[in-house]
């Protein structure tokens, strides 16, 4: 069956037949346009042929595992990743983090939530530098960072940076309340969730990449800084 092109497309990378076939069936039920690839070779040899809008990539796979895959086109291509870990793998979690991918899901997840999450990275990576000059209602800004709610992005000191979603609130969080000590059980519960489980190194990797972003001297931070024992803090800074 043909696809009209100007829908998105998802990259599917996923070995598991029954996967595969309720994502082909669901997303393009959803107004996306599926690729497959099964194994992990096959989603690097097919990537640039395709040119995805999105991939979902499985953590798990054949071949070269998918964060291989995710390190692999990072260093080409900023597409929005989301990776796709089996329940309990808290781990692959935060190495899927760390080598560059924008969210996650975790087996079983419901297409619903699927679909939101990849609207909401699709929303973000689709903006471009003009779409956000103007800063709108709602955004918070310390000295030379400045965050938009509504449009998902951060500008720091004037070039305006796309962040995955976590990171984004995280930050939010962080900056709304700046001067204010939050602690670790907070920022789980705000960003995450209350309901959150999860190793909560989770919470440490998004810190590292923040201030990958909006330090100066990440090793060294001035901005977000640690209380030690208890969480962390956005220092109110004079503009
Ligand atoms: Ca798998």
Known sequence: MSQPTE????FVVEDEESFIEALDIGLKREGFRVSVAKDGAEALS???????????????????SGTDVCREIRKKSQVPIIMVSAKGSEIDTI???EVGADDYIVKPYRLRELVARIRAALRRSSLTPTEIDE?????????DVAIDPEQHVVTVRGVVTKLPLKEFELLYVLVANAGRVMTRET????????DYYGDTKTLDVHI????SKIES?????TRLVTIRGLGYKYEKMSA
């Open 95 to 97: 190495i899927g983090l």
């Open 208 to 211: 590292k990449r923040l201030r």
């Open 7 to 10: 829908l998105p497309m998802v």
């Open 135 to 143: 800063v709108g209602f709602g955004t918070v800004s310390i000295g």
């Open 46 to 64: 097919m990537f640039d042929k395709i040119n995805p809008d999105i991939i979902l990539l499985d953590v798990m796979l054949p071949k070269v």
């Open 217 to 221: 001297e990440p090793a060294n931070p």
């Open 187 to 194: 920022l789980i519960d705000r960003v995450w969730g209350a």
